[in-house]
């Protein structure tokens, strides 16, 4: 997915990196694919384990100089089928995360300089694709590498929309 184009890209550059996910079959695959990332397990919807996770990956880095948040789960069903659980687990690791992923901050200050970048699906919010097809992985992750480089550094508080005109009106 996003997430495992975004490292492949960013390592291949030479970039040094820590993951953060839930799944340990996702974290060993990661190992395996790339042995110079760590790889740290953690709920990202939740603070105690976000602020715990970004301690982990300061201390193995020496430091932090960005953020990519590709956390995110699909909605299993439509809205008037799913019930409160069902709900809650997207919205949790699909917003909340998001949000928490923030905590970075005062690390981000203290090198004097950083980015955040979040990513997020725009597939269940529209119905058209006027391109004909989604964004690839690979083209989600060069948006992200621009991003978080020296090139973009005067790009703050915005959003970037890499979706192929899915959501023109």
């Known amino acids: 997915g996003m997430g495992e184009a975004v490292i492949g890209l960013f390592c291949q550059k030479g970039a040094r990196l820590a993951a953060i996910n839930i799944d340990e079959t996702t974290l060993n695959l990661l190992r395996h694919d790339t042995p110079e990332l760590a790889c740290i397990r953690a709920y990202l919807a939740d603070t105690k384990t976000v602020g715990t996770s970004i301690g982990k990956t300061v201390k193995h880095l020496s430091g932090l100089d960005a953020l990519c948040s590709h956390a995110g789960m699909k909605v299993p069903a439509s809205i008037e089928i799913m019930g409160a659980v ?6 949790a690791l699909n917003l909340t995360a998001s949000v928490r992923a923030t905590a970075v901050l005062p690390c981000l200050r203290q090198t004097g300089r950083g980015s955040i970048v979040v990513t997020s699906s725009v597939a269940g919010l529209v119905g058209s694709i006027p391109l004909g097809r989604l964004a690839e992985p690979a083209e989600i992750a060069e948006a992200a590498l621009w991003l ?22």
């Not at 069902?86 to 919205?91: E, G, I, M």
């Open 86 to 91: 069902t709900y809650d687990a997207p919205l």
């Open 148 to 169: 978080q480089s020296d090139a973009s550094s005067l790009v703050t508080g915005t959003e970037q929309t890499v979706d192929g005109e899915t959501t023109a009106r």
